[in-house]
């Protein structure tokens, strides 16, 4: 079974300073690695995506993040972190044996973002 | 916005009841899938929908089903709510050919008492 763990349920970071939110995944063979955003009231806003290639994927909005299979982690990061940028951060891992049977995401727990002026 | 809208906004309803909530996708966007995210909590895959029929599932109980129309549009049904139940649903559609694109509606907001 395919599972995501993001360990800290907040970050607080000070406007423009760099930011991470942490993500590590369990999934047997090569992952497709995913992360969403949510803002109050809102359905999840997709960010990026890591399918194969290129160890760093960028995004949406500045975010980028880093895929290590050794350490089976996707970290998002952010070099200049914004107030609007506060908000629920979630990552998610698709089984890519699934391809044609089912869509299925596995998210994590969510990570909040706190940008302080 | 992704073009994606979902009905209700916002719902109340009686353990025991029943409930059924809507979603529009885009035109051409013929996979749907149905997640549930509790309070606090990531979002859970419920269900997955192609073409009008189902081909993938979490774990939730058969009290838990759907439809998919046609007209791009789809519904999730609950039936004999239960508390545990009172969560967001979201639905998400891809694209044909491009399964890796979900996109998200805003989700109802269910509550049962």
């Known amino acids: 079974a395919q599972s995501v763990a993001q360990p800290e349920d907040q970050v607080n970071v000070a406007e423009g300073n760099p930011l991470t939110v942490k993500c590590t995944y369990s999934v047997s063979g090569n992952p497709y690695l995913f992360w969403y955003v949510q803002y109050p009231n809102r359905g999840l806003q997709f960010l990026l995506k890591?399918?194969?290639?290129?160890?760093l994927v960028k995004g949406s909005y500045g975010f980028e993040a880093e895929f290590n299979k050794s350490q089976t982690s996707f970290h998002l990061k952010k070099p200049s972190a914004l107030v609007s940028d506060s908000a629920l951060y979630f990552c998610a891992v698709r089984d890519p044996r699934h391809n044609n049977a089912g869509n299925m995401l596995t998210f994590g727990g969510g990570t909040r973002l706190m940008v302080k002026p | 916005e992704t073009g994606v809208t979902q009905s209700p906004t916002h719902l109340i309803k009686t353990r025991g009841q029943q409930v059924t909530l809507r979603c529009s996708s885009q035109s051409g966007h013929n996979t749907v899938s149905w997640y549930q995210q509790a309070l606090g909590q990531g979002p859970q895959f419920i269900f997955q929908?192609?073409?009008?029929?189902?081909?993938g599932r979490g774990n939730f109980p058969p009290r838990f089903s759907g439809l998919q129309f046609p007209n791009y549009s789809s519904e999730l049904n609950v039936n004999a709510l239960e508390l545990d139940d009172s969560a967001l649903y979201l639905c998400?559609?891809?694209?044909?050919?491009?399964?890796?694109?979900?996109?998200f509606g805003p989700g109802t907001r269910l509550t049962v008492t």
């Open positions: 890591y399918i194969t290639g290129d160890n």
């Open positions: 998400a559609s891809s694209p044909s050919g491009r399964p890796l694109e979900q996109y």
């Open positions: 929908y192609y073409r009008e029929e189902e081909n």
